[in-house]
């Protein structure tokens, strides 16, 4: 969902327009959410405080409306209800990992296939009139069947749903899932397939540039996150299937004491790493940390082979966890399993690294002047506040603040000459 993120805000979209199929349904109409504010929570989820606020692109949804009601098929507009957790769960992605803009949230019907591809065809006619830069995503899971324990129980044929779906993306043939049996779906017990449909009729006739980017069942349900078209140009959809995602059940941690602040970073790194990649486990904070856990911290948990070739390197400028130790649990799986550069860390491998977490001070705006790339971290932003780049502080081979800025600024798509803002930040980093 992170290189889901990157993407959109690659594409410079404006707008965010999410199809569920958990919101309330109507037969014969696409419902969606009135504003002029969205909201969702995760109560639901026992996590009432997570929640998740936009701004509704009404001039979007009206001309979504109209070129709709064109093709004889109906919006029908809801007021006073909160968002699905269909909608809310790819929104908080979203917003947790740099995207900002504005939302139209939709649910499907119980219309035929043929029309949800029309639908989509709506939507991407109203964008193209109003000649604006919009990401749609089409959320909802593959499979619900595919292991023994899995929630809505186990169907040895409910994998072949998922293979059909995957490697209709993987080559590019998005058709084909227009044409899946219907018992095969049924045999799955999917909640996606429509919301794929929508996007499927919003990007019919632009450049095709699929690509899966993440499928994974680890509880009996098919997650996948995968990029129909779009290059990050141009007016049309940058169109995503999303998959919701799920954190792993949390296990009871660790209750040895780690003894200095240094090697208790570290070595929290690599247990969290080496207990998700052996047994698929997400480790809790052990209970007898040292003080700085307990504090709210950005951070950077980098990876490195023992001859100090990187590996893997994934973090969070400010905090969205409520300690320390659980924003470096979250940050060391994600370096170890979703760094774009690198293929998922085997357990082969584990031996053979090393780990360093950067724990960062908050940012704060600064000049040019202020910056010493030996003491300073730097967040590099464009004016729009779209586009980010971070570089992390002494660096070998970064000497002055001009490498550090032009390296930032790549990081961000930013060419060396475009208008920036600048942040700095201190890190104080462990390393084992």
């Not at 969205?38 to 936009?54: E, I, M, Q, Y």
């Not at 009729?201 to 980017?213: H, K």
């Not at 809790?284 to 082979?305: E, H």
Request: charged content about 25%; overall charge negative.
């Amino acid at each position: 969902m992170a290189e889901l993120t990157a993407r959109v805000i690659s594409s410079k979209a404006e707008t965010v327009v999410i199809i569920s199929p958990h919101g309330p349904l109507e037969a014969n109409a696409f419902i969606a959410y009135d504003g002029p504010k969205l909201f969702g929570d995760f109560a639901n989820f026992r996590a009432p405080t997570t929640t998740v606020h936009a701004e509704l692109d009404d001039e979007l949804l009206d001309e979504i409306t109209r070129a709709a009601a064109n093709e004889h098929l109906i919006v029908m507009r809801i007021r006073d209800v909160d968002l699905d957790h269909g909608t809310s769960v790819p929104l908080y992605f979203l917003q947790r990992n740099g995207w900002t803009g504005r939302v139209i949230a939709l649910g499907y019907s119980f219309l035929s296939s043929e029309d949800h591809v029309r639908f989509g065809n709506c939507v991407r006619a109203a964008i193209e009139k109003l000649g604006r830069r919009v990401a749609f995503i089409a959320s909802g899971d593959l499979s619900h069947r595919l292991k023994r324990d899995a929630p809505a129980g186990y169907n040895p044929h409910a994998h072949l749903f998922d293979e059909e779906v995957v490697d209709a993306i993987r080559s590019c043939t998005t058709d084909r899932i227009l044409d899946i049996d219907q018992e095969v779906r049924r045999t799955a017990g999917e909640c996606g397939y429509r919301s794929m449909l929508v996007a499927i009729g919003a990007t019919r006739d632009l450049d095709s540039n699929c690509e899966v980017i993440s499928y994974e069942a680890p509880f009996g349900v098919g997650y996948l996150v995968a990029q129909l078209a779009g290059r990050g140009s141009g007016t049309g959809p940058l169109a995503i299937a999303s998959g919701l995602t799920s954190s792993a059940p949390n296990q009871g941690g660790d209750s040895n004491p780690l003894t200095s602040a240094s090697s208790s970073v570290a070595s929290l790194a690599r247990r969290t790493i080496e207990a998700f990649i052996t047994s698929n486990t997400v480790i809790d904070p052990p209970a007898d940390l040292p003080d700085l856990f307990n504090a709210r911290a950005g951070c950077f948990v980098s990876i490195k082979t023992r001859d100090g070739d990187l590996r893997g390197c994934i973090g969070t400028i400010e905090p969205v966890k409520d300690t320390l130790g659980e924003e470096i649990i979250a940050n060391a799986i994600s370096a170890a399993t979703r760094d774009p550069r690198f293929t998922p860390v085997r357990a082969a491998e584990l031996p053979n690294l090393k780990y360093s977490v950067d724990v960062l001070s908050a940012p704060e705006p600064c000049s040019f002047d202020d910056l010493d790339p030996k003491i300073y971290g730097v967040i590099v932003e464009d004016e729009s506040e779209f586009r980010r780049g971070l570089l992390l502080p002494d660096l070998e081979g970064i000497d002055t603040a001009e490498q550090q800025v032009e390296i930032a600024s790549g990081k961000a798509g930013l060419t060396p000459d475009a208008d920036v803002k600048l942040f700095r930040f201190r890190a104080e980093r462990y390393s084992e």
